[in-house]
């Protein structure tokens, strides 16, 4: 076990790197997809069932815990991992997404963000020195810079102020953060689609210097051509030293793109949000349990899959207790969804040590080509 934050590349194949994250609290293995535990909750998952699907990391929202039940509360109760039951690393974004996205009547200045929350309309100031401060209270072990993320498709010049007034805030953020060993701080790249300001960003965060740099300000609209356009590139102007985390992605193919093009981290809510609405995913795509398909289909979702949900129930059983609208169907499908990720994960960690990602991807692809086989 270590007393400090540090990351070390081990292995590359292509562009895809595999490496560990070491931090106070455990390893993190790369690539790593951080399973989002929005509220202090992985939805529909005991904190040792989500362990046990192979996550070494969950993500917090500083946005939806300052404002219940408050990070103050959470600090008074021991922290976000005692109050969660969760001992492993912790990654907390900034709340600026869910600020500019969710919260209501917001004002934009130099200073930070003034709104009204989405819950009960009070009002609130989120700055960089505040989500430094809450993201502190809450225990995080690794912490965003605060930013501002337009969504796309958005004009040129709004494009370029966001990414200008995000670096600002970085600098901010920096100085805010203070010395806190054991614990990083990463800075977020921004500049949409367009390569100069990508450029321009990536180089006033390597400045600044940071524990690790995120991709952000993608898959927020622009579709995934646009956004394999920007990991084309974006990446490589990072330090190859530091870990790489892409904000928000995504979908399975999402993901092993994003890894081909070097990133190391990824978070979304789609597994679980996705096992609460009846979708599973599965090697050869994604599985609508809803359909009147599967009413009478004995087989597990993958019959390559370990899950719970896979070694002890039907397609039928399943199809049953969603359509009856029980608990035990997003129970399951979240933990299918949340297993079939971090399988998809080691994977290709696997498979970069092995120096064969090329051939991964290609497997993965030609898997998911055929489709969900019909019943017999």
């Given at each position: 076990?270590?007393?400090?934050?540090?990351?070390?590349?081990?292995?590359?194949?292509?562009?895809a790197r595999g490496g560990v994250i070491a931090t106070p609290r455990g390893e993190i293995r790369t690539p790593a997809f951080m399973p989002v535990g929005t509220a202090g909750t992985v939805k529909a998952m005991l904190p040792e069932s989500v362990a046990a699907t192979g996550a070494d990391i969950l993500l917090g929202n500083t946005y939806h815990l300052m404002l219940r039940p408050t990070a103050e509360r959470i600090a008074r109760l021991g922290g976000l991992h005692r109050f969660m039951?969760?001992?492993?690393?912790?990654?907390?974004?900034?709340?600026?997404?869910?600020?500019?996205?969710?919260?209501?009547?917001?004002?934009?200045?130099?200073?930070?963000?003034?709104?009204?929350?989405?819950?009960?309309?009070?009002?609130?100031?989120?700055?960089?020195?505040?989500?430094?401060?809450?993201?502190?209270?809450?225990?995080?072990?690794?912490?965003?810079?605060?930013?501002?993320?337009?969504?796309?498709?958005?004009?040129?010049?709004?494009?370029?102020?966001?990414?200008?007034?995000?670096?600002?805030?970085?600098?901010?953020?920096?100085?805010?953060?203070?010395?806190?060993?054991?614990?990083?701080?990463?800075?977020?790249?921004?500049?949409?689609?367009?390569?100069?300001?990508?450029?321009?960003?990536?180089?006033?965060?390597?400045?600044?210097?940071?524990?690790?740099?995120?991709?952000?300000?993608?898959?927020?609209?622009?579709?995934?051509?646009?956004?394999?356009?920007?990991?084309?590139?974006?990446?490589?102007?990072?330090?190859?030293?530091?870990?790489?985390?892409?904000?928000?992605?995504?979908?399975?193919?999402?993901?092993?793109?994003?890894?081909?093009?070097?990133?190391?981290?990824?978070?979304?809510?789609?597994?679980?949000?996705?096992?609460?609405?009846?979708?599973?995913?599965?090697?050869?795509?994604?599985?609508?349990?809803?359909?009147?398909?599967?009413?009478?289909?004995?087989?597990?979702?993958?019959?390559?899959?370990?899950?719970?949900?896979?070694?002890?129930?039907?397609?039928?059983?399943?199809?049953?207790?969603?359509?009856?609208?029980?608990?035990?169907?997003?129970?399951?499908?979240?933990?299918?969804?949340?297993?079939?990720?971090?399988?998809?994960?080691?994977?290709?960690?696997?498979?970069?040590?092995?120096?064969?990602?090329?051939?991964?991807?290609?497997?993965?692809?030609?898997?998911?080509?055929?489709?969900?086989?019909?019943?017999?």
């Amino acid at each position: 076990m270590t007393d400090r934050f540090s990351f070390t590349l081990n292995a590359t194949s292509g562009k895809a790197r595999g490496g560990v994250i070491a931090t106070p609290r455990g390893e993190i293995r790369t690539p790593a997809f951080m399973p989002v535990g929005t509220a202090g909750t992985v939805k529909a998952m005991l904190p040792e069932s989500v362990a046990a699907t192979g996550a070494d990391i969950l993500l917090g929202n500083t946005y939806h815990l300052m404002l219940r039940p408050t990070a103050e509360r959470i600090a008074r109760l021991g922290g976000l991992h005692r109050f969660m039951n969760w001992s492993g690393p912790i990654l907390t974004d900034s709340g600026g997404f869910q600020v500019m996205s969710l919260a209501e009547l917001r004002k934009l200045t130099e200073e930070g963000v003034t709104f009204r929350s989405h819950i009960d309309g009070s009002r609130h100031m989120l700055s960089p020195e505040r989500s430094m401060e809450i993201q502190r209270l809450l225990g995080s072990d690794i912490v965003m810079c605060f930013d501002e993320c337009p969504a796309l498709p958005a004009s040129d010049e709004d494009v370029a102020r966001a990414t200008r007034l995000s670096m600002r805030w970085a600098e901010r953020s920096k100085a805010a953060f203070g010395d806190r060993p054991g614990h990083a701080l990463f800075g977020i790249q921004q500049g949409g689609v367009t390569r100069e300001l990508r450029a321009e960003s990536a180089e006033r965060l390597r400045e600044i210097g940071f524990d690790g740099y995120a991709v952000g300000g993608l898959a927020v609209g622009e579709g995934q051509e646009a956004m394999f356009g920007v990991l084309d590139y974006a990446p490589d102007m990072l330090p190859r030293d530091r870990p790489r985390y892409l904000m928000g992605v995504g979908k399975p193919d999402d993901i092993v793109g994003a890894v081909a093009r070097g990133i190391d981290m990824m978070d979304c809510v789609l597994p679980s949000r996705s096992g609460r609405t009846g979708q599973a995913f599965t090697r050869r795509g994604v599985v609508n349990i809803k359909n009147a398909r599967h009413a009478d289909d004995p087989r597990p979702l993958d019959e390559d899959c370990t899950c719970p949900a896979c070694r002890g129930y039907s397609r039928a059983y399943l199809h049953h207790v969603f359509r009856a609208g029980e608990i035990i169907s997003s129970m399951l499908l979240t933990w299918h969804n949340l297993h079939y990720y971090q399988d998809l994960m080691a994977g290709m960690r696997e498979a970069i040590a092995q120096d064969r990602f090329a051939e991964f991807e290609a497997a993965f692809h030609a898997a998911r080509s055929e489709g969900d086989i019909p019943p017999p």
